[in-house]
């Protein structure tokens, strides 16, 4: 035997010479792939640096065990001064000695290997296993010395406490878990400083081999591993002898859970947006969403998005927010599965058209103006210019009412009384008016939106319209939703945006089932068993849908639709995302006491007609409504069947002046003869609106009378060329007779 150890020892020895020398003519290659090892270093210490996310219960948020690397990276400070010992002592004696590749322990297992004819032991340092975890390669004699080079180059740009922290934070256990950290509250649902030596002891052995080792399935196999590194660590004085002893008694308390919440977007919209220097202040960032909150709602709009699969509906997303606090409650942004690729995309974020539910703060703005709930709106047929063309307004049931109340108006969510209020407000002025509700997806102009957003033309978020939701919920106080609890994200100073007396009488109309029953009916899904205020919208042509309600103490938004912006089939607010709002506060209802909405002080009830929405009559139907000191009704009502006279939008407004204008042909308008209609046949109406109550017209075209009519319509045949045309006109027994401005318009 003494004979055989010397060829065996000359062996080593050679092949040690050989792979260097190999290794050495070859290292042109490995120079090159050194400059991505420090890379990926540089890289994942960007990306992985990033803190633990919680909810405010201390519960993880969405930890994906798929991904290459632990995103919860804890600083090396946070690890116990036993762990830093034993993994030095088990994995690497002689890591703060040598320059990444440990020459001695390698020499040292490969003889014993030699002398085995099998692998028996390893010689891997700490910061080799670094370069392993970096760069993954098959168990070859090759890749070991390539690990060996890129180990002494890495320890030439990182520090041994960085290559130890990233050790700590990354290194492989078993079921898909990576770090210390990740693993202790996996195994024993603990945090690093709360184990004991018995514990860290074990965590530190199972990475040995923790594809065959199972901690949890046959904990007596890790016993004498266990064992002998306590031994050592004792011999080596780190270890009390009552350390020693508790580390070789007692069981293993494993957790019974390890739950985890689903909230990737909410994770990832702090990691966008939460500022660098909060997001370096700690290992852990307590947020404000309520885990039990949002795994409630995430099963209900998974729920709904399944039940509307034949419907082409495939994203959806719901935000729930605390009034009083500002605290975002619950984050749920999902996709119907199997759909498309569009499930990492934030559907709470992305703008949106939001199609009516921004009509309750165009009436608020009225309100302001000096509205009130029974001001008198013209629900009838209503054209407007776009550009160089006519667009015809329309109600979604295609049914006028005439004038309504706009109590009724906003309830029964109609749009030509939304447009005849916003020519009252003045675009500009609402636009300004949803800017400081927080609305700021919308950075085009008045002129580019028109008079269409108050019909929801433009672009908003949902976390954009649950915030300005929450203003109505707390009477006109405007506070930034937060994501981050009190310790990160302090709470800002609340500003008064909205008089209160006003956000208190749009909460009422919202909240009141009969306000809306024109449209919507006497039994419907928004007619919640809590008293809640409730707004829903649809886009054009049903792309988007919304459903937002809100209590006192609560403020949720729903939208649903295609993320790809295809329509769905016929899906509305009220039909998809109302269903989902519903469910939502049946949940939020069931353990917690969700008072109604409050009314602002100041606020008065009041008798008026039925029709007419002034002081009534003895012989008036009568109606109670709400109003404030400033929009109650002096007069009488004189009579029912005069009462269009009251009717608002017998006013010109949006700076129109009080000259009475041609409601067709608008100035530029465009006309195309058809070809496939004898020329003969085709007319364009020339038409003024109600406002003017003529009795008499003359219509002048191109300076020369082209017609007198008793009404407010006369069809003139067309005629190619540009012309020029307005209408002079008599009131009843007026003498003298008022004028349009002229307008002109093209016939092509």
């Not at 899906?571 to 709002?581: H, Y």
């Not at 008793?710 to 007779?737: C, I, N, Y």
Request: aromatic share 8%; net charge positive.
């Amino acid at each position: 035997m003494p004979r055989m150890k010397l060829p065996l020892s000359r062996f080593s020895i050679v092949c040690l010479f050989v792979l260097g020398s190999f290794s050495a003519g070859l290292s042109w290659k490995t120079l090159r792939d050194l400059r991505p090892l420090t890379a990926s270093l540089d890289v994942g210490d960007s990306e992985i640096r990033k803190p633990c996310v919680v909810d405010r219960y201390g519960n993880f948020l969405s930890v994906t065990h798929q991904n290459r690397w632990n995103t919860f990276n804890k600083p090396l400070h946070d690890f116990p001064d036993l762990l830093h010992t034993s993994f030095i002592e088990s994995e690497d004696r002689r890591f703060y000695i040598h320059g990444g590749v440990d020459w001695f322990a390698r020499l040292h297992a490969l003889v014993q290997n030699i002398r085995a004819m099998r692998a028996v032991r390893g010689a891997s340092t700490i910061s080799e296993q670094v370069v392993r975890m970096l760069h993954p390669r098959p168990r070859t004699v090759w890749s070991r010395w390539l690990e060996g080079f890129e180990a002494a180059n890495l320890e030439k740009q990182f520090s041994k406490s960085e290559i130890l922290e990233f050790y700590l934070n990354q290194v492989p256990y078993g079921h898909q878990r990576r770090g210390v950290a990740e693993a202790a509250k996996f195994y024993f649902d603990r945090d690093l400083d709360t184990l004991s030596p018995r514990e860290i002891l074990a965590l530190v052995v199972l990475v040995r081999a923790p594809s065959s080792l199972d901690l949890r399935r046959a904990p007596k196999a890790l016993e004498r591993s266990i064992a002998r590194l306590a031994a050592h660590l004792r011999d080596r004085g780190t270890l009390s002898s009552d350390e020693y002893n508790a580390a070789l008694s007692g069981r293993f308390e494993f957790a019974r859970s390890n739950r985890v919440i689903e909230a990737t977007h909410f994770v990832q919209n702090i990691f966008k947006t939460v500022p660098p220097e909060i997001l370096g202040q700690s290992g852990t960032l307590t947020s404000t969403l309520d885990g039990d909150i949002q795994e409630k709602v995430s099963h209900i709009l998974d729920s709904r998005l399944e039940n509307l699969r034949g419907s082409d509906v495939r994203n959806g997303a719901v935000l729930v927010a605390d009034n009083s606090t500002g605290e975002v409650l619950a984050w749920a942004s999902g996709s119907l599965s199997g759909a498309d690729s569009s499930g990492w995309m934030d559907a709470v974020i992305i703008p949106r058209q939001p199609g009516s539910s921004l009509k309750p703060f165009l009436y608020a703005l009225a309100i302001e103006m000096g509205w009130g709930p029974a001001t008198l709106i013209d629900d009838s047929p209503l054209a407007q210019p776009v550009r160089s063309g006519l667009h015809s307004f329309h109600n979604y049931s295609r049914t006028h009412y005439g004038p309504l109340r706009l109590r009724e108006a906003l309830g029964n969510s109609l749009n030509t009384p939304a447009v005849r209020t916003i020519q009252f407000t003045g675009t500009g002025r609402f636009l300004e008016w949803l800017h400081l509700l927080g609305i700021r997806s919308l950075t085009q102009s008045a002129d580019f939106y028109g008079q269409g957003l108050a019909l929801g033309d433009g672009e908003v978020s949902l976390f954009e319209l649950v915030q300005a939701y929450s203003v109505l919920a707390r009477r006109g106080e405007f506070r930034k939703l937060r994501v981050l609890s009190e310790a990160y994200e302090p709470p800002g100073e609340p500003r008064t945006v909205m008089d209160q007396k006003s956000a208190a009488l749009i909460t009422d109309i919202l909240s009141d089932p009969q306000s809306r029953r024109l449209e919507f009916g006497e039994g419907h899904l928004l007619r919640f068993p809590v008293q809640t205020a409730v707004k829903t919208g649809t886009s054009t042509d049903h792309k988007d849908c919304w459903a937002v309600g809100y209590t006192d103490r609560l403020t949720v938004g729903v939208w649903m639709g295609n993320l790809d912006r295809r329509p769905t089939r016929g899906i509305t607010g009220a039909i998809g995302p109302a269903l989902v709002l519903r469910s939502v506060f049946a949940e939020l209802n069931r353990y917690a006491d969700s008072p109604v909405p409050q009314s602002a002080g100041g606020l008065k009830k009041l008798e008026v007609c039925a029709v007419s929405g002034l002081l009534p009559k003895s012989d008036c139907p009568r109606i109670t409504e709400v109003f404030n000191d400033q929009n109650a009704p002096a007069d009488v009502c004189a009579g029912h069947g005069a009462y269009l006279k009251a009717a608002v939008l017998n006013k010109p407004g949006d700076g129109n002046g009080d000259a009475v204008r041609l409601l067709q042909p608008v100035d530029g308008l465009q006309v195309v003869i058809d070809p496939r209609i004898p020329l003969q046949s085709q007319a364009l109406a020339f038409k003024l609106p109600k406002a003017a109550a003529a009795s008499k017209v003359e219509w002048i075209l191109d300076g020369e009378m082209a017609g007198r009519t008793s009404g407010r319509k006369f069809l003139w045949s067309l005629s190619r060329g540009t012309h020029f045309v307005k209408a002079r006109f008599w009131r009843g027994a007026d003498e003298q007779p008022a004028e349009t401005p002229e307008v002109s318009f093209t016939v092509k």
